[in-house]
């Protein structure tokens, strides 16, 4: 499943642009070169927040589908050596995150909550107090 998809990248960068940068003709965006660059960002996104967390991410976080989007949009300015300052930027920046999220020093939150690390349930041990002992047996 990935993050994000052409409609969410469409929203950042206008049609027309899109086609000229993934279509040889220009005409309309080219769906096999958006989901390529897409799959591109998804897995540089798993590598560093696999570290913490359990992926692929589903359902996908908010903070993830948003990091997807500037990252494959990069991945698409730079397939035509044409990357605007303002999407590398926007890619470096991406990258600083999900280096601080593999750090720990960030943490991904759902609508439902805080992810926990590796998407692993935490288990929690409560017992009575001890009955017996070793010095409490050589009484018998």
Not at 76 to 88: D, G, I, K, M, N
Not at 110 to 132: C, D, H, I, K, Y
Request: proline letters at 6%; a negative charge; one cysteine or more.
């Amino acid at each position: 499943m990935a993050y994000c998809s052409q409609e969410d990248l469409l929203k950042m960068i206008p049609e027309e642009e899109l086609a000229e940068i993934t279509s040889e003709s220009g005409g309309i965006p080219d769906p096999a070169i958006v989901a390529e660059a897409i799959a591109q960002a998804d897995s540089e996104i798993d590598v560093y927040c696999a570290v913490r967390y359990a992926v692929p991410f589903d359902p996908v976080p908010s903070l993830v589908k948003s990091l997807s989007v500037d990252v494959a949009a990069y991945h698409l300015y730079s397939r035509r050596s044409v990357a605007p300052e303002v999407r590398r930027q926007k890619y470096e920046d991406a990258i600083t995150l999900l280096k601080a999220i593999s750090q720990g020093t960030a943490v991904l939150s759902m609508s439902s909550g805080v992810l926990t690390p590796n998407g692993r349930e935490v288990a929690e041990l409560t017992s009575q107090p001890r009955q017996f002992s070793r010095s409490s047996l050589e009484k018998w």
